[in-house]
């Protein structure tokens, strides 16, 4: 299994897309107002989203925004059209919670760095395999903006399009940012 899906089995097409029908029923009844329904529909998403989390902000805030994100959807579940499978409408909803919590972190931290070098000052591994370091332990150690563009792109699949318009920067400097963390990545896993 690979560690992108970590505890998450890959669905069948045909399973993909019971799970899709299924939730439109569990979202039309909760958007009537059956908790029961958004609750089945929060067990059904809640480890994507939790993963999601994780790979985005502090390991320890994960459980936190992972509810952060629950309580947002349920506030917004009326905007929901389905145009999109619910869970891809989540999925972009847990973006936009995780990246304004990390706005407010940062701003509160004082700690947004722009430049380069803590890419270029990060420790790589040691040479003896005890202190192997695996991608999830090399993710927490890259800048957040690095991590963000990483996680959005090669994790999430989105376009660097996509990632310039939700972290407001140019597209070139998303991809900067993913070569940047590709390569601090490549060099923790590597010696």
């Known amino acids: 299994m690979d560690v992108f899906s970590r505890g998450v089995g890959a669905l069948t097409k045909q399973q993909r897309t019971t799970a899709t029908n299924a939730d439109a029923v569990e979202v039309a009844l909760a958007a009537s107002g059956d908790a029961s329904a958004f609750e089945r529909l929060y067990h059904r998403h809640v480890d994507r989203v939790h993963s999601l989390a994780r790979r985005m902000i502090d390991f320890e805030l994960a459980d936190e925004v992972t509810q952060d994100v629950f309580v947002r959807a349920w506030e917004k579940l009326h905007t929901f059209r389905g145009e999109a499978a619910f869970g891809t409408w989540l999925h972009r909803l847990a973006v936009n919670v995780i990246l304004a919590r990390r706005g407010s972190l940062g701003q509160q931290r004082k700690r947004f760095v722009d430049s380069d070098i803590p890419l270029e000052t990060m420790a790589s591994r040691g040479s003896e395999p005890a202190l192997g370091m695996d991608l999830e332990q090399a993710l927490?150690?890259?800048?957040?903006?690095?991590?963000?563009?990483?996680?959005?792109?090669?994790?999430?699949?989105?376009?660097?399009?996509?990632?310039?318009?939700?972290?407001?920067?140019?597209?070139?400097?998303?991809?900067?940012?993913?070569?940047?963390?590709?390569?601090?990545?490549?060099?923790?896993?590597t010696n």
């Open 140 to 189: 927490t150690r890259l800048p957040d903006g690095a991590r963000q563009v990483f996680v959005l792109h090669d994790v999430e699949g989105y376009r660097h399009e996509e990632i310039a318009t939700m972290l407001g920067l140019a597209e070139g400097t998303s991809k900067s940012q993913l070569h940047r963390a590709r390569m601090a990545l490549r060099k923790h896993l």
